[in-house]
């Protein structure tokens, strides 16, 4: 199983972008898909998270408004839509997969609920 990551980049603070996750050696509808970010020195810390069909969702206080995790399970790929972008966003975004298709909000934020990840994508933004 691989999960390609892509879309990362340079950006001004207010600018946009759209991270990609697919998928290869999995039934991509059978998963929850979630993104995490991590900075030098800092842990894992969990952006947004989708269930399989797609129908339910939840966002980091911190991105809530801003970052809109969707799915397209016809092309099996994940989306992650990054506006109002700000220099604290700048991070490695990482995509994973896990879990039944049924996003529990109580462990969707967890780093073990998810057991295939992709590389990282980076994102920075200048202030």
């Known amino acids: 199983v691989q999960l390609q990551a892509s879309g990362g980049g340079l950006v001004q603070a207010g600018g946009s972008l759209r991270l990609s996750c697919v998928p290869s050696?999995?039934?991509?509808?059978?998963?929850?898909i979630a993104w995490f970010r991590q900075t030098p020195g800092k842990g894992s810390e969990f952006v947004a998270a989708?269930?399989?069909?797609?129908?339910?969702?939840y966002h980091a206080d911190s991105v809530r408004g801003r970052f809109t995790i969707s799915r397209d399970n016809n092309k099996n790929t994940g989306y992650l839509q990054m506006n109002s972008l700000k220099p604290e966003d700048t991070a490695d975004y990482y995509c994973a997969a896990g879990g039944s298709g049924i996003l529990d909000g109580n462990t969707a934020h967890f780093v073990s609920s998810y057991i295939y990840w992709g590389q990282g994508t980076q994102v920075t933004v200048s202030s």
């Open positions: 050696g999995l039934t991509f509808k059978n998963y929850n």
């Open positions: 989708i269930s399989g069909t797609g129908l339910n969702w």
